[in-house]
């Protein structure tokens, strides 16, 4: 596999690879687990001081998996997020919980689990903005150059402030897509996708 990698960015001189399991075996990180606020805000001038990776522990990424991002990405702040948090909502991932819309904006759920997250991760100190909708399965978004694709939903309350939030404020394009098979294995957008640049 990573030779694989190594071969398709060998044209790309600012890839650096890195094989956790050769720094230490009994690390594990999945990628569902990592969130990195990405892309220019539309409406914020604010640039933050330090760019953020917020890590969720869970049954796939342990505190060394963490603990080697922390060694590798030292300009960006590490933010783990307790695993308890991950396994009460049911999911296997931190992004199956929570994504990014920009990288002042993230989106949650409108619920106690998204008021424990955002307070966990320090969104509020840390100067995010976060929508909050009812239906979570909506907060699983894939956002990249300015298009945000989420899920289809009958919740017409999320639809609306999904509308005023991403349309409205931020002029950005929103595309509901219909992943309903992936679904069923417990996967979403953000699980089909990887974004590089």
């Not at 922390?70 to 702040?77: A, E, V």
Request: proline share 3%; hydrophobic share 35%; with cysteine.
């Amino acid at each position: 596999m990573k030779e694989t990698i190594q071969q398709l960015f060998s044209t790309n001189k600012n890839f650096q690879i890195f094989d956790m399991n050769e720094i230490n075996p009994e690390a594990t990180c999945d990628g569902g687990d990592v969130l990195v606020p990405r892309g220019k805000s539309a409406i914020s001038k604010h640039r933050r001081q330090h760019e953020h990776l917020f890590v969720g522990q869970s049954e796939r990424t342990n505190k060394e998996g963490i603990q080697i991002l922390g060694d590798i990405f030292k300009s960006r702040q590490v933010i783990p997020v307790d695993n308890s948090l991950i396994k009460e909502s049911g999911t296997l991932h931190l992004k199956s919980i929570i994504t990014y819309i920009d990288e002042n904006t993230l989106i949650a759920p409108r619920s106690h689990l998204g008021n424990e997250l955002i307070k966990a991760m320090k969104l509020k100190d840390l100067g995010y903005d976060v929508i909050q909708v009812p239906d979570s399965r909506l907060c699983n978004v894939v956002s990249a150059n300015e298009n945000v694709m989420t899920l289809e939903s009958e919740c017409e309350e999320t639809k609306q402030i999904l509308e005023e939030e991403i349309v409205n404020k931020r002029n950005y394009n929103l595309h509901y897509i219909n992943l309903s098979e992936f679904e069923k294995a417990d996967g979403a957008g953000t699980c089909c996708s990887v974004l590089i640049g």
